[in-house]
Structure formats: structure tokens, C-alpha cells
């Protein structure tokens, strides 16, 4: 199986921070990862796929990258309403999902 | 309304059953695969199980494997989860996906369904 190994776990960070989070797996798995983002309450939703692809009608603040094994999501200026808890998803094989960074307004 | 909608969840005891269903509609039903995913509180989600669109492949989590059985309508716009042999550790939000061009990317959610494994 592979292993995912998200962090941080949590964060905080002030309103147009620029915020890094960063999935790193045990074994290759190409561009095969996805991010979503968790309001409380509320289904996860997808924000990026493939890596670095942004998913139609998701804010250009929000952006992917990486392969292989270390990737990183980034929201680029910190918006109030971007709190929430943020999952990696890798579907190299059978589909994983890191454990999460919940991310709050400082 | 492209979306989907989860039922049947609830309180069960354990080596209990419950069927969950999941309504689609917004969009050609047939023409996608979909998932079950859970959450229990706290942790990040867990796929346990998905259906080719036209219901010939299927595959689940070890977790599952042989406790659950997934299935769908595609005349009714449906997908179901029969769950049998419930455990305390089943106990999670349960969503139906939708997987994009069979891949598993989820790029839309149910609300999901609440299922409680107590005695």
C-alpha cells in the first residue's frame, strides 16, 4: 500500500498569507494526486487534479504542483473564507487520501 | 441540478445491515463510474468501494471486502451499498461520488449519509 504523509496537520496564517501544504508519498505515483478542500459540515470538494490542474470555476489563488513523490498545494493570497480542512488524494493504485491540514485565519 | 443525494443511514447494532442509496441527477447517470467514500469524525476520507458505469467492475477496500456489496440502477439514476456484518468501526459519514472519466478523480459529492454502529 502507499503511504501518504501530509503536513502540516494544522495551520494558521493571517489574510493574504501565502499558504504551502505538502503531500509526500512512499512510491512513485507520476502526477496521480488531487486536492480537496472540507468545510465543516460539508462534503469534500475538488480544487485541483492530475497535480497541478485547476478544476473548473475554483479560484486561480489556489494552485498544485509537483510528481512523483513530493507534491505541494498553495493558496496564494489567504481569503477568509478559504478556512477549512484541505485532503490530498493519490490514485495510483487504489485511491488514498492524506489525513489533512485544517487551516485557520490567525 | 447536476447532483446527488444520499439515504438509508441511521443507527444499527453490531453484525447488523443497512442499505444505503444515492440519488443522481443533473447528469447522464449512466456514463460515469462511481464511488462510496467514508469519513468517520476527526480523520481524513477512506474509498471503500466503485462501480463501472455499467455496473460490470467492482472493487473494494480490504476493510470491506466481503461485508459490502455495491451496485446501481442506471434506469432509476441510482447507486446503492449494501452493507452486512456491521462493525463499531464502520461507523462514518458516507458519501457517494462521481468518479471523472473513470479515474478516480471525485469532482462531485453527495452530503452524505450518517451510519452509527452502537449497541
Redesign the interface.
Known sequence: DIQMTQSPSSLSASVGDRVTITCQTSQDISNYLNWYQQKPGKAPKLLIYDASNLETGVPSRFSGSGSGTDFTFTISSLQPEDVATYFCQEYDNLPTFGQGTKLEIK | QVQLVESGGGLVKPGGSLRLSCAASGFTFSDYYM?WIRQAPG?????ISYISSSGTYT?Y?DSVKGRFTISRDNAKNSLFLQMTSLRVEDTAFY?CARD?SS?????L????SLVTVSS
Open positions: 464511488s480523520t481524513g476520507p477512506e474509498w472493487d477496500a458519501y471523472r479515474s478516480p478523480i471525485y469532482d459529492w453527495g452530503q452524505g
